[in-house]
């Protein structure tokens, strides 16, 4: 199945950086979502975007939907060892369907 | 706890045998979601209940896949004649609206 281009694909970082990571499609989306997904586990909602240009804010992290529509942008501030974890981005299309990026591993130095 | 569960956690079988998975979403929800994910991969969308209506099927899933709603609660996802490429992790989402879904812990299916 299709799956949106999400990068950077991994990240190492010192803890207290700041993260950015984005995911991008050939096609228009009308909801993008992001999650953070621990080994063994469920994806967990962090954020919901429903309109292009729309920023929203969760804690330390803040969200962005592009405003082409496609595109969306994850940034992480002042980063902690909990943060590590891979983050998926997801986007539901004109067709109502959903379709999930490949995934950004992050690992924080401490 | 009032968020999704899945059973079983874990589920290893032998190539041939037949699997069921339930999934319990979040009672006000009337969207359930199933998705297969393998290492490195992202969810992949397999099929999706409004209510206990079956509305939509990826071409991933195979004749072998069969997934039922029954009373517009619960769910369970079937595979028939299990094969080692079955071997994944099987997740469950609900949702109230077209937006946001929320993901239950899932099933890791190994098929020896």
């Known amino acids: 199945g299709q799956q949106l281009n999400q990068s950077p694909q991994s990240m190492f970082i010192q803890e207290g950086e700041d993260v950015s990571m984005n995911c991008t499609s050939s096609?228009?989306?009308?909801?993008w979502l992001w999650y953070k997904q621990d080994p063994g586990e469920g994806p967990v909602l962090l954020i919901a975007?429903?309109?292009?240009?729309e920023l929203t804010s969760n804690g330390r992290l803040t969200a962005q939907f592009g405003t082409t529509r496609k595109d969306s942008f994850l940034n992480i501030s002042a980063s902690i060892p909990s943060d590590v974890g891979i983050y998926f981005c997801?986007?539901?299309?004109?067709?109502?369907?959903?379709?999930f990026g490949t995934g950004t591993s992050l690992t924080v130095i401490p | 706890d009032t968020g999704v569960s899945q059973n079983p956690r874990h589920k290893i079988t032998k190539r041939g045998q037949n699997v069921t998975f339930r999934c319990d979403p979040i009672?006000?929800?009337?969207?359930l979601y199933w998705y297969r994910q393998t290492l490195g991969q992202g969810p992949e969308f397999l099929t999706y209940?409004?209510?206990?209506?079956?509305?939509?099927k990826s071409r991933l899933l195979s004749d072998r896949f069969s997934a039922e709603r029954p009373k517009g609660s619960f769910s369970t996802l079937e595979i028939q004649r299990t094969e080692q490429g079955d071997s994944a992790m099987y997740l469950c989402?609900?949702?109230?609206?077209?937006?946001?879904?929320?993901f239950g812990p899932g099933t890791r299916l190994t098929v020896t």
């Open positions: 989402a609900s949702s109230s609206t077209w937006g946001e879904q929320y």
């Open positions: 009672s006000e929800h009337n969207r």
């Open positions: 997801a986007g539901l299309n004109t067709g109502n369907q959903f379709y």
């Open positions: 975007l429903y309109k292009a240009g």
């Open positions: 209940f409004q209510n206990e209506a079956q509305l939509e």
């Open positions: 096609s228009i989306f009308n909801t």
